[in-house]
């Protein structure tokens, strides 16, 4: 591979596989979605915490290929989708990451649920002991707003995909099949 063309190649798998990644960020939002329960289940929390760690995993320095360029942070003409990206980082560096009680409690809307979220609950029961730990979830209806991100960063990598795939090809010219990136293509 001529080694002009490594940065092109790293810049090529790191949009694929945030392509992907948002990808399932939508699919596991479609499922809490379309699943009848609310945020109080057993396992929205879990699911939240997995939503919120890949949805930032392209952001993040990755071994070899770098994280998304910072036009990819930023939202000039969509508040909401800020909103939206501001609270997945925190939600992924203070309540699954790194474990803030405090500092997650600040993601949840209702003064009343933040104070509750800080709480580390001790149960004694005639068997036994048992822990209530405070649980970070958010309205569910926040999930539509993950997926329009989501849709829209899609959309941001999609345009970049087709120009560096465009640029990579030059004149060669590629049949039907499989290519491995780096090795078989360009």
């Keep these: 591979m001529d080694k002009n063309q490594q940065p092109k190649i790293r810049a090529l798998r790191r949009l694929v596989l945030a392509h992907i990644t948002f990808q399932q960020v939508i699919a596991a939002c479609d499922f809490l979605i379309s699943h009848d329960s609310d945020e109080q289940a057993q396992f929205y929390g879990i699911f939240f915490s997995g939503i919120c760690v890949s949805y930032m995993r392209p952001f993040m320095s990755a071994e070899q290929i770098g994280p998304l360029p910072s036009d990819y942070s930023?939202?000039?003409h969509?508040?909401?989708?800020?909103?939206t990206h501001e609270d997945l980082k925190n939600g992924r560096n203070w309540a699954y990451a790194h474990n803030s009680p405090a500092h997650a409690a600040g993601l949840l809307a209702d003064a009343r649920r933040q104070e509750e979220q800080k709480k580390i609950r001790l149960v004694v029961h005639s068997s036994g002991i048992s822990f209530n730990p405070p649980?970070?979830?958010w309205?569910?209806?926040?999930?539509h707003a993950i997926v329009l991100l989501c849709r829209f960063q899609i959309e941001h990598v999609e345009r970049e995909l087709s120009?560096?795939?465009?640029?990579l090809r030059a004149d060669k010219n590629y049949?039907?099949?499989e290519y491995i990136i780096g090795e078989?293509?360009?």
Excluded at 139 to 143: A, D, E, G, N, T
Excluded at 163 to 167: F, N, T
């Design 135 to 137: 649980e970070v979830t």
């Design 175 to 177: 049949e039907d099949g």
């Design 163 to 167: 120009d560096l795939i465009k640029h």
């Design 184 to 186: 078989t293509f360009p």
């Design 139 to 143: 309205p569910k209806s926040r999930l």
């Design 78 to 83: 969509n508040p909401e989708h800020a909103q």
């Design 74 to 76: 930023t939202f000039p």
